[in-house]
């Protein structure tokens, strides 16, 4: 059974950063789609951003110049770089992959909260 295991969330003042990770476990192949999703309580889960398997990127216009997606494909790990973080970057964030056959998979979510 797939797991998606993210890690790195938690408190951090307005300013600062914070790298999340996550890593796949259990047997998944072909991963080509990797993301990265935001939601806060009340409003509907949104994307940040997302690598394809050949290194396109794409990032919601709130985060342009401050997150960085990349991934490692030899560890089926994602990684989100959040720099220059903001009261409104406050949220729970989840990792997805596709794979093969449109697979979709979740992480469990990871709460990040920036302080003013």
């Known amino acids: 059974q797939v797991q998606l295991v993210e890690s790195g969330g938690g408190l951090v003042q307005a300013g600062g950063s914070l790298r999340l990770s996550c890593a796949a476990s259990g047997s998944i192949y072909s991963i080509n789609h990797m993301g990265w999703y935001r939601q806060t309580p009340g409003n509907q889960r949104e994307v940040v951003a997302s690598i394809t398997n050949g290194g396109t990127t794409y990032y919601a216009d709130s985060v342009k110049g401050r997150f960085t997606i990349s991934r490692d494909n030899a560890r089926n790990t994602v990684y989100l770089q959040m720099n220059s973080l903001k009261p409104e970057d406050t949220a729970v964030y989840y990792c997805?992959?596709?794979?093969?056959?449109?697979?979709?998979?979740w992480g469990q979510g990871t709460q990040v909260t920036v302080s003013s």
């Open positions: 997805r992959f596709r794979a093969i056959y449109n697979n979709v998979y």
